[in-house]
């Protein structure tokens, strides 16, 4: 069965056909073989993710790095990180308590605290 359909444009100028069947293309032989050729599932496995790694860019680089890693090497490096640990909780008390001293807000204090880190990368002391 075959069917016209035909479309006028704007001024009657253009114009498209459509000659064709509306039924399906494939019968048959090669239907059977194509649904054959199909996979009846399909695995997927779980992406491959890379583990984050909280590592200093600036690692090596500063200042007082040199120190920092002769120190870290001497010392160990899990007596070096609860030494680490106790220094930026005592400089963030520091930093809190100065900005109480001078009135300034949580996010003012978070700021402060933002920026001794960035400064601490910098300089080395978190090689």
Partial sequence: MATSISAIGFKGSLCSSFHG??????TGEDYAMLAKSVPNHVR????VRARPMMKNVNEGKGLFAPIVVVTRNI???KRFNQ???KAIAVHSQVITE???????DQKQRQGLIRLAKKNGELLGFLA
């Fill in 44 to 47: 997927v496995g779980k992406p």
């Fill in 83 to 85: 030494i680490r640990g």
């Fill in 75 to 77: 010392i160990g490096k």
């Fill in 98 to 104: 100065f900005c109480k001293s001078i009135g300034a």
């Fill in 21 to 26: 069947s509306w039924g399906t293309s494939m």
